[in-house]
């Protein structure tokens, strides 16, 4: 990201472009995907049921998965944002998710979402179906597979550009990606360091959350030894009031970085993370000669339902 880089006078910027991965605009889920929908296959399933918000990415990707793999797909959505707009309730990714067939089971606000999802494969078990339950964010040992992956293919990407990566910077919120990166990092003993700018959750509550589901990774992989705790990096100063609320660092992080680099990043995850990233170039938090690495997670089409957030 050469002109952002720039305009930022700081560290060399890089991106690793996981909005660039498929199924209905990518995004970071699909990685993820790759080895949940194989096991559920493997299993015999025929619907896949999966949680998250009302503009959830991952849900999205889920509906699109299913829809390659010739599966049903039940998406439990949260009205988790309070006083949604109209656009927020019927575009963007809701949008998608109904194109691609999804059945779409609305649950309100604080609903035990875990409680929700077994409802629905009990309903799908009844009508003589057979579920697979991703959790959100496809979060688990088998989906960190995904970003397991990731981080080895960073590796050898960076091997053949003759690039030394210092850091990654990514949002994290359900922490699959950020476990899959460091299990994958400090796996292969790499010394990249991970840095993950939270979207909703305070610091401690989901740097806990990445070292249970790191070391459920690690132990899948089979690898051996306890999991590494010390690359485990949790920023919590950038979500604002709340998951999915709009901040103006996000806006202006969207903004600067479609102008600069023609990408577009999203309004809950990725925009985040970038105000993030951001600021912490303009606090001189890296080194001038650093090679930073941003993942971008996708949930472009996010945009479209926060539209009267970029128009105020």
């Not at 697979?132 to 688990?140: E, K, M, W």
């Not at 990096?233 to 680099?261: C, H, I, R, W």
């Amino acid at each position: 990201m050469t002109r952002l880089s720039d305009r930022l006078g700081g560290p060399r910027l890089w991106i690793k472009r996981d909005d660039c991965t498929g199924l209905a605009t990518g995004g970071n889920k699909t990685r993820k995907l790759e080895y949940l929908v194989a096991d559920a296959l493997q299993q015999g399933a025929d619907t896949l049921i999966t949680l998250g918000a009302l503009q959830s990415n991952h849900a999205r990707q889920t509906a699109a998965a299913a829809a390659k793999a010739g599966l049903k797909c039940v998406l439990v959505l949260e009205e988790r944002v309070s006083q949604p707009t109209e656009a927020y309730r019927h575009n963007g990714n809701i949008l998608l998710d109904r194109l691609l067939g999804a059945t779409l089971n609305y649950v309100p606000r604080d609903t035990p979402m875990a409680d929700a999802g077994a409802r629905a494969a009990e309903e799908v078990r009844r009508s003589g179906g057979k579920p697979y339950l991703i959790p959100a964010g496809g979060s688990n040992a088998i989906g960190a597979l995904g970003y397991v992956g990731c981080a080895v293919e960073m590796i050898q990407q960076a091997a053949d550009l003759g690039l030394r990566i210092d850091r990654v910077v990514h949002a994290t919120g359900s922490s699959g990606t950020q476990a899959g990166l460091v299990a994958g990092f400090d796996g292969v003993r790499s010394g990249v360091r991970v840095l993950g700018i939270t979207v909703g959750r305070p610091r401690a509550v989901q740097e806990k959350n990445v070292t249970d589901l790191l070391d459920e990774t690690w132990a899948h992989l089979g690898l051996k030894g306890a999991a590494p705790r010390d690359n485990i990096e949790a920023n919590d100063q950038y979500f604002g009031e709340a998951y999915g609320v709009p901040t103006s660092a996000m806006k202006e992080a969207v903004q600067l970085v479609a102008e600069t680099e023609s990408l577009l990043l999203d309004p809950v995850y990725s925009g985040k993370a970038m105000s993030g990233l951001i600021d912490l170039v303009r606090k001189s938090a890296f080194g001038k000669d650093e090679n930073i690495v941003f993942v971008h997670t996708g949930g472009q089409a996010g945009l479209f339902a926060y539209e009267p957030a970029f128009a105020a």
